[in-house]
């Protein structure tokens, strides 16, 4: 629709949303930087931030201005280098489960929805990484443990957003009339408060055990030094660093605010890994020349568990992995408000009702930007006519035109840019490849449906969805066979 929109209008143009509210998109790159480079001034919508908090808690992504400053974690390269096993762990058990299923039904090739089982693997991934905590949701057989259910039954629900739950978050009084949807919501968010704090007081006592065996003393005395801890996974480097005796009081996050990055790490890490994995496989699947050429590089290494240094060392492999977060950006769009006048500058001149060609734009005419993501990494005045196909060859020929487009990533704008960019992004992209490194070695994949029937919806990221069959959910149904090389 953007897209649609961007072609009729131009570049930059406003409209008119729900409630009369006056908003404005622009693919202009110099409009955009300004606006993810002044987080503190354009900030995330009210309806946003509430959206956020009563499924997520206030982590990371609801936060704003000095609360946000203090929740950062780190994702040290050093960090994520130390990870790539465990992404590669859980890649392989995957694949080992499609390979034993190939096995039981005795066939040569399976038809497999891949959705369910990406959405498992990086849960346990994120599981792992996050908090050193195995949800075992690959496990199938096994039974679901406690967050697991708690957390599956939060993210469906907020799947289900029909008008009563649109109406509720322009309306917050309807919030107290209770629901079918917000009592499941309710008990499911009381098993993870029950559960988190759990979690957090086990992390604060083998913190406090580790720091008093390094300084000889007992855990009540103990000195927490910021840098020092062998554990992995974030939470608990969230929280050393939280913890560290020599932290400024005021820097300090409440125990609330530390329980909240559980559901924050939970859903930004999850969804949207497990989002770009199946729209890779899609793309890979509708192109049996592109699929070929990344085997046959990812063949040429010698190991199964190659390290992240050498995961980056593959060049097709780097761009596979960047035209799927290009084509298929896991979430779409973004949106800001102003929270003091401003002026955003454009890099082309703009008419205005009267004709006058103006280089900015006055925050004051608008009431919120929209950040359309999708639309400017397919803008076809970057990437030429053939901005809509999967060509990962397109990263070899890059041209200057990109450099205008803001991004962590070079070239594309599904992490955004500025201070409010995703933290995550090189964790992602590392564990992406992982998993595509591991699943195109063992099987060769083809769209198991006609891929004129598979539709994207949008419910915080992308999924695939079959048209006819809209209210299964999302699937992607392709079929696999095991590589048994040429
Ligand atoms: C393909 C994978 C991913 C994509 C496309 C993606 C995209 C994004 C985008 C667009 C935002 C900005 C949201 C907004 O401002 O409303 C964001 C923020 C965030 N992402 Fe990611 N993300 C991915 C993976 C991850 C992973 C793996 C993690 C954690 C391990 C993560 C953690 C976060 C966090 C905590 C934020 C909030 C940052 C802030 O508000 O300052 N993301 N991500």
């Known amino acids: 629709m953007h897209e649609q929109w961007a072609k009729q209008y131009g570049h930059t143009f406003t409209y008119t949303g729900i409630l009369g509210t006056r908003r404005l998109i622009t693919l202009d790159p110099k409009a955009l930087a300004y606006v993810m480079n002044h987080s503190a001034q354009w900030q995330k919508p009210e309806l946003t931030r509430n959206f956020l908090a009563d499924f997520f808690g206030k982590g990371v992504l609801f936060a704003e201005g000095e609360a ?24 392989q058990q995957l694949r080992d489960i499609w390979q034993r299923n190939l096995a039981e039904e005795g066939a040569s090739m399976s038809v497999i929805d891949v959705v369910p089982w990406l959405g498992q693997a990086t849960l346990d991934i994120i599981g792992l990484a996050g908090f050193d905590y195995e949800f075992n949701a690959l496990n199938a057989d096994g039974e679901k443990n406690e967050l697991n259910q708690a957390f599956t039954t939060i993210t469906k629900q907020g799947q289900r957003f029909g008008m009563f739950q649109i ?14 949807q917000s009592r499941t919501i309710a008990n499911a968010t ?150 003091q006048d401003d002026v955003i500058p454009l890099s082309k001149p703009l008419a205005d009702k009267k004709g006058r060609w103006r280089h900015e734009i006055l925050h004051l005419n608008i009431d919120q930007i929209f950040i359309p993501i999708l639309c400017v990494n397919r803008n076809e005045e970057i990437w030429g006519k053939n901005a809509l196909e999967f060509r990962p060859e397109r990263w070899f020929n890059l041209t200057d035109k990109i450099n205008g ?82």
């Open 190 to 339: 009381a098993v993870m408060d029950r559960l988190g704090r759990q979690f957090i007081n086990n992390k604060k006592q083998a913190i406090l055990a580790e720091a008093a065996a390094r300084t000889k003393g007992t855990a009540g005395q103990a000195y927490v030094e910021k840098n020092t801890l062998t554990t992995r996974d974030l939470l608990s480097r969230l929280m050393v660093a939280n913890m560290a005796n020599d932290l400024p009081e005021n820097q300090r996050l409440s125990d609330e605010e530390v329980m909240a990055q559980i559901p924050t790490f939970l859903i930004a890490g999850h969804e949207t890994t497990a989002s770009a994995t199946t729209w890779c496989l899609y793309a890979l699947s509708r192109d049996q020349e592109i699929q070929r050429k990344l085997r046959e590089e990812l063949l040429r290494l010698d190991t199964d568990n190659p390290s992240m240094d050498e995961l980056n060392s593959l060049p097709y492999l780097d761009a596979v992995i960047k035209e799927t977060m290009r084509l298929h950006a896991a979430v779409t769009g973004i949106s800001r408000v102003a929270t």
């Open 405 to 486: 487009i803001p991004g962590v990533v070079p070239g594309v704008l599904s992490f955004i840019a500025g201070p409010r960019s995703c933290i995550g992004y090189r964790f992602a992209l590392v564990e992406f490849k992982c998993l595509i490194f591991t699943l195109v070695r063992a099987f060769e994949f083809e769209m198991a449906v006609d891929p004129e029937q598979i539709i994207k919806k949008s419910n915080i990221v992308t999924r695939p969805y079959i048209m006819t069959e809209i209210e299964k959910g999302p699937q992607l149904p392709l079929k696999l066979a095991p590589y048994r090389g040429v």
């Open 68 to 91: 946000h400053k203090r929740q950062n974690p780190s994702f040290a390269i050093s960090h994520i280098r130390e990870l790539t096993n465990v992404f590669h762990e859980k890649s």
């Open 167 to 180: 109406a509720q978050t322009f309306f917050s009084p309807l919030k107290l009339i209770p629901t079918k």
